[in-house]
């Protein structure tokens, strides 16, 4: 009787076993895989230039501030300040646009769509 168990016993294992090592062999399914995202890259160009003149935003008619610059070409180049550009002097303490005056140097970074996103007055 102990014989017939355990025989019971050794082919379940056996079979148990071809049944997992079949469910191995066979390729599973891959999950699906996600569409990836990319981001959209911000192209921006860099300007160093002397600022020629500067016109304040204004609410009420709905423009936005405007530099005008002059690089060492001279080369005149009218650019729109975003709202939430940087604006840093030479010491790289925040100011605001209007503490910039006509003839500073500046290095001026804008996008592709003539949107000022940062200012840094140079020496």
């Known amino acids: 009787m102990k014989r017939v168990i355990a025989i019971v016993f050794v082919l379940s294992l056996a079979i148990s076993g071809i049944t997992f090592a079949a469910e191995t062999m066979t390729p599973a399914a891959a999950p699906a ?4 995202v990319t981001a959209k890259p911000i192209l ?3 300007l160093i230039a002397k600022v020629e003149s500067i ?13 005008m610059l002059v690089d060492s070409m001279g080369k005149k180049t009218t650019l729109a300040v975003k709202p939430t ?7 790289w303490a925040p100011i605001t646009l209007d503490k910039i005056a006509s003839g500073t140097s500046v290095k001026v970074r ?14």
Request: glycine share 4%; aromatic share 4%; charged share 20%.
């Open 85 to 91: 550009a940087t604006i840093y002097d030479a010491k």
């Open 110 to 123: 804008y996008t592709a769509g003539n949107e000022v996103t940062s200012i840094n007055v140079i020496k």
């Open 55 to 67: 016109m304040p935003a204004d609410p009420v008619k709905g423009t936005k501030a405007e530099i």
């Open 44 to 46: 921006s160009n860099t």
């Open 33 to 36: 895989a996600k569409p990836m």
